[in-house]
Nanobody
Framework: QVQLVESGGGLVQAGGSLRLSCAAS????????MGWYRQAPGKQRELVAT???????NYAGSVKGRFTISRDNAKNTMYLQMDSLKPEDTAVYYC?????????????WGQGTQVTVSS
């Protein structure tokens, strides 16, 4: 069974750091683009960052310079290093990935991991 599993969330004080991981498992031929999204209470899900299979990255303006997205293709794993965290970064963080499982490519989502930043 193909799945994405996030880990690394938790409670941290403002100014602190967390590192999220997203591991893909199952009968995957390859992984195209991957990304992190977040959803705060009462708000819509929003893009945080994306990374292509060649390493090209894209960040939301609110996290640029503080968050770093990366991936390890050999491990089918993506990371989000979050530094200088702010209370407004509090949200459930979700990863997604476009997985090639022949004969098609489909987008999968993880179950989410809670990040809470206290002031």
């Amino acid at each position: 069974q193909v799945q994405l599993v996030e880990s690394g969330g938790g409670l941290v004080q403002a100014g602190g750091s967390l590192r999220l991981s997203c591991a893909a498992s199952g009968s995957i031929f390859s992984i195209n683009a991957m990304g992190w999204y977040r959803q705060a209470p009462g708000k819509q899900r929003e893009l945080v960052a994306t990374i292509g299979n060649s390493g090209t990255t894209n960040y939301a303006g609110s996290v640029k310079g503080r968050f770093t997205i990366s991936r390890d293709n050999a491990k089918n794993t993506m990371y989000l290093q979050m530094d200088s965290l702010k209370p407004e970064d509090t949200a459930v963080y979700y990863c997604n990935a476009d997985l090639q499982i022949p004969p098609r490519t489909s987008r999968y989502w993880g179950q989410g991991t809670q990040v809470t930043v206290s002031s």
